[in-house]
């Protein structure tokens, strides 16, 4: 008669892990976690009455507008150019309420983005604001990061936020995989993520070794677009589930937060969650 197999410690871990010990404890509110939205400006005034409508209030927004022009940005005045961006906002406080946010108007009353400002910005949200979180719901696609060295000026930014620690959620092209899309195509440096259907806001899956890492739920709360499924909805999911798990662990770096977020989504695949 064979020996029965040994127990394996690993196993016994994911049993133990469940997400609701984790994403949903009390504590996980983004508290004390500052995140900067690279977007076309945060409407303040609307956020700010929509959770006072819920009883909650929100931490003052800060930020700037950064034009092509100017080293250092123009005052925020919490006004937005599109609605865009006050819908990514509304994602992120809906997840991680307590977080505090900076609004980097990368478009500006131009209404059209350069990559040297979205350099600029990244800069200015990583050594200026001091974020640990960056969302970018946009993407730029390959062709105009020509020349190449344009291309390499947008990695090199990435990757000294990545090396400062800070955490950037970055959204695919919404046509995924026919088109790429930056800096989301910079992936594993930070994390990239496209539109999944869930119901949950805090779901979200894991694709290891796939170009694009992660799903999240990829519509929103607010906003003439927001029920349409878009990338741009499943970043700042992802973003605001980062928060919540920074609010608990503060000092997290990326490798510890992806091992977290698969070991979160492997225990729920152990037990039959969608």
Not at 37 to 50: F, P, Q, V, W
Not at 97 to 114: H, K, N
Not at 145 to 161: D, G, K
Not at 185 to 213: Q, T, W
Request: aromatic share 8%.
């Amino acid at each position: 008669m064979s020996a029965p197999p040994p127990d394996n410690p690993f196993d016994d871990l994911f049993s133990l892990l469940q997400s609701e010990r984790l994403l949903r404890h009390p504590r996980a509110t983004g508290e004390g976690v500052s995140v900067c939205i690279l977007d076309s400006g945060i409407e303040r005034a609307t956020l700010e009455e929509k959770f006072q409508r819920l009883g909650q209030t929100i931490l003052p927004i800060e930020g700037g507008v950064f034009t092509a022009e100017r080293i250092e940005p123009l005052p925020y005045e919490g006004h937005q150019s599109t609605p865009h961006g006050t819908t990514v906002a509304d994602i992120l406080l809906t997840l991680a309420p307590r977080i505090r946010l900076y609004s980097a108007d990368v478009f500006g009353p131009r209404g059209t983005c350069e990559v040297e400002v979205l350099i600029r910005a990244l800069r200015w949200a990583t050594n200026v604001w001091q974020c640990k979180v960056i969302n970018l719901s946009l993407g730029v696609p390959e062709p105009r990061l020509q020349p190449i060295q344009r291309r390499h000026q947008l990695l090199r930014a990435v990757e000294e936020a990545y090396y400062k620690d800070v955490l950037l959620v970055a959204a695919a092209d919404n046509e995924h995989p026919l088109t790429r899309s930056y800096p989301a195509a910079f992936a594993p440096s930070l994390l990239s993520v496209d539109k999944g259907g869930f119901d949950d806001p805090l779901a979200f899956a894991y694709r290891l070794n796939e170009s694009v890492e992660f799903q999240a739920r990829g519509v929103g709360y607010l906003g003439p677009f927001a029920s349409e499924p878009a990338t741009s909805w499943a970043a700042p999911h992802l973003a605001g589930i980062v928060a919540r798990l920074l609010s608990l662990r503060p000092n997290m770096k990326l490798f510890e937060i992806k091992a977290m977020l698969y070991w979160i989504y492997q225990s729920l695949e152990r037990r039959g969650a969608p």
